[in-house]
């Protein structure tokens, strides 16, 4: 029977069997027992041999080592052999002191890490006094918050243009937060000849006029003149009446049709205070307001000429009746470009343009409306937005405006927005390592006030050629002047510029330094330390490995 039948060999490698089995096995075989304690003799002596080559190993590293709690729990009367008593008790307070100091060190550079991980930042303030020439003057771009006069909807038959237009308009716009949805079949039956009208050909046509919004205009204490004349520097300009609008260009936004001045951004100011600004009087028109208009007024933008006017995200409001003081203030913002910062350089090479936050939110807004209407809203319809070479994308007509661009803006808004069964993400606007920005604090007062409202009535009624009495039914009392004007002066507090750098307040240097402080202060180690732990560590374990081999190829030795 094999199965029964077990070499001598086979047992004693494989261990089947018990020790005792084995002893008695071998007393029958005394030849096999003396070279069976030979081996185990040999094994004793290497594995004896290697334990002396590793305490050696050991004490040369430990009395080595500039790690100085390694070496005073190894300092005793016989260098780590043979203890006593007394150096019993030594090593048992070093190793204590070693044990606290470990945890403590690695506890603070846990923290150290983590401050890192972190990333913070130091904000430096730096002031500039401005050179000759001044500080750069923001485009202004002011809107009135109606967007449509009322006179040119003389109509109301459904049949024209402009009665189909009115009613519209009157549907659509909401009131209170109220707006009528309507059907596919309105559009074709009801309003067929504006379906295909664009809001921008409605507002060229139905706004108020720059002749009839900006009555009176200064700038650095003299009569406002087209921006681009004398390169654009008011000292060189003559003191002579001009059309006050000759300084204002007309640019598009979410509030309809509105108006810039100093487009181009050229104009600079060398002087503070509301005379020395820029002075305005506004002509609100509440008598022209469409039906169903509910705010009075004018929303107002200070940015830089670069950037698209998001009149509707920034702007302030200024009210009728009043006289409004704007103090402003240049500010600089500066980033420190990766890898040592948190900005990326490269963002007008990506953006194709002069990046801001406002051209890349401008942008995302724009992209997603022509993936999912095939057509962008007619404010976007600018060079910084439509950045896409050789193609030009469709305006949006009324209808499209009204079914589709409105609520593409309104899910974006609410983060609700789905292209093709995917949800779209929030816009990724980084900013921009350096930009400005204009700062701004507002004050009012009533305009006009009691003791001229006498004088202004007289001055109005006789540049409107009405008589000013009460029979006369266009006649202009001080409760229609304060209703339809208003007065607004933008001007710097102060002509020095504040800049703002922000930087790591952090860096591996700072880590690497904090890191070696503990290791140093609370274990004794430096960076010498590390090399000597690491020299050691791959010398042991190729001593191990070494006698590892040696061991498999003397046991496969035995095995032929």
């Known amino acids: 029977d094999q199965r029964a039948y077990i070499h001598p060999k086979q047992w004693y490698q494989r261990r089947v069997r018990g020790r005792k089995e ?25 594995e004896q041999k290697r334990q002396e080559i590793e305490m050696e190993s050991f004490k040369e590293f430990a009395s080595t080592v500039t790690a100085d709690y390694l070496a005073e729990m190894c300092r005793s009367k016989n260098d780590c052999e043979i203890p006593s008593k007394a150096s019993n008790g030594r090593r048992l307070i070093w190793v204590s002191l070693w044990l606290a100091s470990f945890v403590y060190a690695w506890y603070n550079i846990a923290l150290s890490i983590g401050v890192y991980m972190s990333k913070p930042t130091a904000t430096k303030l730096n002031f500039y006094e401005a050179n000759s020439d001044g500080v750069p003057f923001p485009t202004v771009t002011i809107c009135n918050f109606n967007k449509f006069n009322k006179s040119y909807f003389d109509t109301d038959d459904l049949n024209t243009k402009k009665g189909q237009l009115k ?68 000292e060189n300009m003559e003191i002579k009446d001009v059309d006050p609008t000759a ?30 600004g820029l002075s305005l009087r506004l002509h609100v028109a509440q008598d022209d307001y469409f039906e169903t208009q509910d705010v009075a007024g004018f929303k107002v933008l200070l940015h830089n000429s670069y950037e698209p006017p998001m009149i509707e995200e920034y702007g302030f409001a200024l009210r009728p009746g009043s006289e409004t003081y704007v103090r402003i203030r240049l500010q600089k913002y500066r980033d420190t470009p990766r890898p040592l910062g948190y900005c990326d350089p490269f963002l007008e090479t990506q953006f194709n343009t002069n990046y801001t936050i406002s051209v890349c939110v401008m942008q995302h807004r724009a992209k997603n409306m022509y993936l999912k209407c095939g057509c962008i809203a007619f404010y976007m319809d600018r060079v910084d937005i439509v950045a896409t070479p050789g193609r030009k994308p469709n305006i949006c007509n009324l209808k499209e405006e009204r079914t589709c661009a409105d609520k593409v803006l309104e899910d974006i808004a609410l983060g609700t927005l789905f292209i093709d069964g995917e949800k779209v993400p929030e816009p990724d606007c980084p900013s921009p390592c350096v930009y400005t920005t204009y700062t701004y604090t507002i004050s009012q007062s009533e305009y006009p006030s009691s003791a001229v409202k006498e004088k202004v009535v007289e001055e109005v009624n ?23 004007y208003l007065k607004v002066h933008i001007y710097f507090e102060e002509l020095s510029t504040l800049e703002m750098e922000r930087h790591p307040s952090y860096l591996i240097s700072n880590l690497i330094g904090d890191v070696g402080g503990q290791l140093g202060l609370l274990l004794g180690m430096n960076i010498c330390s590390l090399v000597q732990f690491t020299d050691y560590i791959i010398r042991f374990s190729f001593f191990k490995g070494f006698m590892r081999v040696l061991r498999y190829y003397k046991a496969k030795k035995r095995g032929k």
């Open 22 to 46: 084995a002893d008695q096995f071998l007393e029958s075989d005394p030849p096999k027992r003396k070279k069976k304690a030979k081996r185990r003799a040999n094994r004793a002596a290497l």
């Open 167 to 234: 009613d519209f308009l009157k549907i659509t716009t909401p009131i209170w937060g109220h707006k009528e949805e309507l059907d596919s079949e309105s559009w074709d039956t009801k309003y067929g000849q504006i379906v295909q009208s664009s809001m921008k050909d409605v507002l060229q046509t139905a706004t108020h006029t720059l002749e009839g919004t900006i009555e009176f205009c200064k700038f650095s204490g003299k009569p406002c003149q087209p921006s681009q004349s004398n390169g654009g520097r008011i």
């Open 247 to 276: 300084a204002f260009d007309t640019v598009f936004t979410e509030h309809g049709l509105c108006y810039t001045f100093n487009k181009a951004g050229n104009l600079t100011m060398a002087r503070t205070g509301a005379l020395y």
């Open 462 to 484: 006789k540049q409107k050629g009405t008589s000013g009495g009460e029979e006369d039914a266009g006649s202009w009392t001080i409760e229609r002047i304060r209703d339809n």
